[in-house]
């Protein structure tokens, strides 16, 4: 492996603010991972191999003039395909928008833009974010880099295969229920949700509007820091952005190597008694190492946990049959030629753009907000979202952050749960009560099983705490050496 790509994003940033390598050199060096390895790992539903080659040119010429660079200049990332960009297309990897292209970039995109970044491609999902595995994708099945017989998670599958198989330095994903923690759970890299309104939607495609998070994947917790840096902020499109006298923006990798003094860390014994023995185990070890680093572990409870998945798949399920009823064949993407009325074209066009999953989300929505059923299952959904917001409020007035897996087990085989959506929606039991609570998590590794796959320790924080919440992931990722990893190098 060349030594550009074993580089951070930071070590790799400094070098080219330093002289010390161009960013045209790591941007071939990327290129030629990507050549090797996508006809294995089929990360990338699109690259831009010209553009990209032009820009880091620009990037070199910059540092060459003595101009002050970006936080991201000349660094090779790569963005899922749910954020609309005005070059290339925006698929969403959905048949039904395999040829839309956008005409304006979403702004966290724009921000890695502005911040010098340079974008290789756009990576693969499962499709409109729905799933755990990236087995739902409309166009291709991503596969893990650490055993290419097994998933890389959902639904920023493409994301987290394509950080740990070093086709990018860092990329970013987005997270309704656990999409950017449980692929990079189970790809062994860094994945970061921040609190909802923290980062801009504009431009995400909406899932789940009330849900949806964007945030990055990378090799490390310093990485995550510097990207949230760069995303973050008030964004006056967003309308759920949240300004900056509420919550003002920090400087994330400012403290992060400052061990947090006084830390107490929630644990739910009944969390880690349900994961897989090898996932139960490296979470006890997690715990036992932050004891040693004078931590107070303090047992809770969360009492609303159990209903976390039924309420969130009404809610979830409700917000998608609403946002994708724009995708009829009229306003956007495919529109059935097999057609002889208007009604046609909008039930054609559905019928063949939209995958299985997609359109059991839709129908499962559709059916809870309509009438007669709207206070029997969407209402009852959004009073217990608020008791799970309450149980997280309460166990925050106990400890500095939770501790819990990111998924029950490893990554699985491919097709193993294809034909269960019920056991694949529980790979997510630990990660969606977050979402419905707003609050930010962030998923590192923490082990691996007898298999040589990776696994993943989750913490989570109070809302807009995501410097403290970084810092105390960093006080383990230091300790533990269990960072930076690389299939076929651990």
Known sequence: MSDILKMTCLELRDAIAAGEIKSSDAVKAYFDCIDAAEPKIDAYLSTFKDTALERAAQIDDKIAAGKKPGQLAGVPVAVKDNMTTDFGKTTCASKILANFEAPYN?????????????????LNMDEFAMGSSTENSGIKQTRNPWNTGCVPGGSSGGSAAAVAARMCASALGSDTGGSIRQPAAFCGVVGMKPTYGRVSRYGLVAFGSSLDQIGPLTHDVKDAALMLNVIAGHDSRDSTSVSEELAPRCDCLADIDNPFEGLRIAVVPEYNDSAEAQTAAAIRRAIEQYRSLGAEIVEIQMPHADYAIAAYYLIATAEASSNLARFDGVRYGHRSENVKSYIDVYNMSREEGFGQEVKRRIMLGTYALSSGYYDAYYLKALKVRNLIRRD????????????????????????????????????????????????????IPCGMDSNGMPIGMQLAAPAFQEQKLLRIARMYETASGITNLSPGEN
């Open 106 to 122: 979403a702004t966290a995109v724009q921000k890695l833009l502005d911040a010098g970044a340079v974008i290789l491609g756009k």
């Open 392 to 443: 997280y409020q309460a166990a925050f007035e106990r400890a500095d952050a939770l501790l819990m897996p990111v998924s029950p087990t490893t990554a699985f085989k491919i097709g193993e749960k294809t034909d269960d959506p019920l056991q694949m929606y529980l790979a997510d039991i630990y990660t969606i009560s977050l979402n419905l609570a707003g609050v930010p998590g962030i998923s």
